[in-house]
């Protein structure tokens, strides 16, 4: 055995050995690798895009809660001045009919006194037939004299 040719023949089946894994078993590995690589870039870049997408909906919400919020203050400005409003709707409209009711006493007051200013009037028409009655001591006829008392009853 020559140590040459050993040596040379296991070089040359490493030449096959490289040759054959370079054709045959390195391109499948290398197109694995690099799909393997691909694969990795895309989720980082889809990770990379859905955390944009989720920092721009965040900040998206953030501006719809505080557009939120200015509307829901401006409703709550626009019901306080709505109450404000009909509070003074129910001023004015206790205040009329506080004044209604005072127009309808004062009226139902004048028409009391009337009566009883009438209710004066013929018992001061009645006194007075039964004291000139009296005073005369002769019967006074009523029909007779009655439009005489009424112009003066209307004088009282």
């Not at 089946?13 to 054709?23: G, Q």
């Amino acid at each position: 055995m020559d140590i040459n040719a050993t040596l040379l023949g296991q070089l040359l089946s490493l030449a096959v050995f490289v040759w054959f894994c370079m054709k045959y078993v390195w391109p499948p590995i290398t197109s694995g690798l690099a799909e393997r690589q691909r694969k990795i870039e895309e989720g980082l870049q889809a990770a990379s895009k859905a955390e944009e997408q989720l920092n721009s909906a965040q900040d998206q919400a953030a501006i719809e809660i505080r557009e939120a919020k200015q509307q829901a203050l401006v409703l709550i400005e626009q019901a306080a001045k709505r109450a404000e409003v009909i509070i003074e709707e129910a001023k004015q409209a206790a205040l009329a009919e506080q004044n209604r009711i005072k127009a309808a006493a004062q009226a139902e007051l004048e028409q009391e006194m009337s009566r009883a200013k009438d209710q004066l009037r013929t018992q001061v028409a009645n006194l007075a037939i039964i004291g000139a009655e009296k005073i005369l001591s002769a019967e006074v006829d009523r029909n007779r004299h009655e439009a005489m008392l009424n112009e003066l009853a209307g004088q009282l």
